[in-house]
């Protein structure tokens, strides 16, 4: 359920007549948010921002991330997305509310439902170690109505497998190029495309790599214009930002 169509259809109905605006200036009122004592659910989310409240499960009880996205399924919020879920809180979670779960990104999507699929944002990794932050950016675009390409295992060690994909890398609105040790794909890609490049350091590598600090610095410090970075590991800020620049206005449905 839309919740703008919600709202709007609610003002047309005020305007003509079929609702009393005291009427209506309640329902908005009971709208904006939800206060379950640990949480406030902020249920105008999607109106505001085009989505809807992501759950960060980490940190969270299973009844409590129940009771959250229960209140969201509640008020007609679909794809919910709970981030950084393990498989036990899941097992009690999915027993109350329906789910979908993708172990390798420890992404969760409760109450799932129909998506689009607009415009093309490619996630590429340096290597095939790098996989479960970008399954995590990956599956969130989709989830927020993204076409996606994955290009796993292109890094630079290997430069031919790259190059190989060109043609997909230039149809693409935005990129997302993730990679651990030095983190070189970044700059590769964004020297290569005319669109937005959205980096994502991975704590993939050996000690000197410093849990993904060498490949953080390395992609702050690219020469390449036009690209962005995200925190170490955070391919869902990454899929997140990349949803919100391939829906920008112009963008039209496929």
Known sequence: MDRKYDILTLLRSVAQGETPPEEAL??????????LGYAKVD???????????????????????IGIASAMGAKGCRNVLITRVGPETVRQ???????????????????????????????????????????EAALTAEYMGNRVTRLYDVGVAGLHRLLANLDVLMQARCVVAVAGMEGALASVVGGLVD????????????GASFGGLSALLSMLNSCA???????????????YLASRI?????????
């Open 195 to 206: 669109c937005p490049v959205i980096a994502v350091p991975t704590s993939v590598g050996y």
């Open 43 to 65: 249920l105008h989310r999607a109106v505001r921002q085009g989505a809807a409240e992501v759950l960060y499960g980490a940190g969270k009880t299973p009844e409590q991330i």
């Open 26 to 35: 309640l329902k908005l009122k009971e709208q904006p948010f939800e206060d």
């Open 225 to 239: 214009s036009g690209c962005s970075v995200v925190n170490i590991d955070n391919g869902f800020g990454a899929g």
């Open 93 to 135: 979670v999915e027993e109350r509310i329906p789910l979908e779960y993708h172990p390798e990104a420890r992404l969760a999507v409760a109450f799932p439902g129909t998506r689009r699929q607009l415009g093309h944002i490619v996630v590429a990794t340096g290597g095939t170690s790098d996989m479960p932050v970008a399954e």
């Open 246 to 254: 391939n829906q920008m206005e112009g963008v039209s449905e496929t």
